[in-house]
């Protein structure tokens, strides 16, 4: 079976489903695949920064509206393995929405647009073809699939199709793992909660319905030596910091809700193209302690959207959709990552039990650290 389109978007997390959204709004034939059924709930921080509010306001996917009341959050408080704390505001107001419901509102609002969805589908071949097309080959249901397209957009996040590479990260880059459980009970408030402990850190932020999410991204290492479930890492990685300790233990894990990733590799510069263009976490895996992976995929997602729909509708080559996507992807987020992975050392370093006593010589640098990480608010695609 063949299917002519003029976009295929692969991946259906927030970057390929928003991808998908502006461009069948555009007007242009769009399927969105993934391997997976939706909604489900995956490995995130589950936190909106203003920057990644901003965008979804311009998708038109609006929470409030559809009667989910995500929480708000003012600031962030930092709480070390020997008892040290910083407290930073945060620039902007954020909020906390798990994945599960986002998911589902970016797929609703897509599927109003005219985007079709077809989840539980592997992708087994990408190739383009002699007349500038791209054919995609899936299997559902035991059946072979063919799609055809103008433009295909990989939003796979870390794992990618069979029979494609990455040069996005080093081999003897440190490898993590990522774990996230909902809980009921803990209540932190207006504010998000970043626990260090060995092997890395436990973010912890109160979602809708006032659950709270507790997300690890913990070192390969570490992990091996905590536990097998969701539940025992975090216990395992809550007995090296007290009061991490003393959080979880005042709070119930939802059944349903854990879940996990590995191996992941921090990204060591983004790759915006292969054979065609990379959003999300096929472009960039950042460090999840800078709180602004949700506004990456959505600023990767609108830049290709952009470009891509330039390319479909005829008015640049090819080769200008690759070096226009390229190089605004760059310019976008090189910088950013290259700041992200600076503070991820720095956090690591032996000498972070200083850091309570410096923001007090230095009130102003917490804000600051926080800033470097954020995207822009005023650069929203137009």
């Known amino acids: 079976m063949l299917n002519q389109l003029d976009a295929i978007v692969i991946g259906a997390g927030i970057a390929g489903s928003s991808c998908a959204l502006e461009l069948a709004r555009q007007g242009h034939k769009t ?5 997976q059924t939706f909604p489900r709930h995956k490995t995130c921080g589950e936190f909106m920064s203003p920057e990644t509010r901003e965008m979804l306001d311009y998708l038109g996917v609006k929470p409030h509206s559809q009667g989910i009341m995500p929480t708000a959050m003012d600031k962030a408080r930092i709480i070390l393995p020997y008892g040290g704390e910083i407290e930073v505001p945060l620039p902007g107001h954020a909020a906390g929405i798990s994945r599960y419901t986002l998911d589902q509102l970016l797929h609703e609002s897509a599927s109003k647009a005219g985007a079709e969805i077809v989840t539980d589908t592997v992708v087994t071949d990408i190739h383009k073809l002699d007349n500038d097309l791209y054919e995609v080959v899936t299997r559902q249901g035991g059946k072979p699939i063919r799609y055809q397209a103008k433009a295909v957009i990989g939003a796979y ?17 440190p490898v993590y793992v990522g774990v996230k459980s909902h809980y009921s009970g803990i209540n932190v408030s207006s504010q998000v909660e ?5 092997g890395g ?38 007995r090296t910091n007290t009061k991490l300790a003393e959080r ?24 915006p193209w292969s ?45 200008e959709w690759k070096s226009q996507y390229t190089e605004e992807a760059r310019r976008e987020f090189t910088q950013l990552l290259r700041r992200a ?16 006593g410096l923001v007090r010589l230095m009130p102003g640098l917490a804000t600051y650290l926080a800033k470097a990480t954020r995207l822009s608010e005023t650069r929203l695609i137009r």
Do not use: W
């Not at 999410?213 to 216990?235: H, M, T, Y």
């Not at 979880?248 to 790759?271: H, K, N, Y």
């Not at 600076?342 to 309570?356: D, E, G, H, W």
């Open 275 to 319: 054979e065609f263009p990379h959003i999300g976490d096929a472009m960039l895996v950042i460090p999840p302690l800078c709180g602004d992976g949700m506004s990456v995929a959505l600023r990767s997602s609108l830049l290709c959207a952009r470009s891509t729909d330039e390319y479909l509708k005829g008015r640049i080559s090819c080769s």
């Open 194 to 198: 970043l626990y260090f402990c060995n």
């Open 248 to 271: 979880l233990a005042q709070g119930t894990v939802i059944s349903g809700t854990e879940v996990s990733v590995a191996p992941v590799r921090l990204s060591d510069r983004p790759e």
């Open 31 to 35: 399927v969105l695949l993934d391997r």
């Open 201 to 238: 850190y436990v973010g912890i932020s109160t979602i809708e319905n006032g659950l709270a999410n507790a997300a690890a991204f913990l070192s390969l290492n570490a992990v091996q030596r905590l536990g097998k479930s969701v539940p025992e890492i975090l216990e395992g990685a809550s």
């Open 157 to 173: 996040g870390t794992k990618r199709p069979r029979g494609m590479s990455s040069s996005n990260s080093r081999e003897d880059e």
């Open 341 to 356: 992975r600076t503070i991820q050392k720095l956090a690591f370093a032996k000498v972070n039990r200083l850091y309570p």
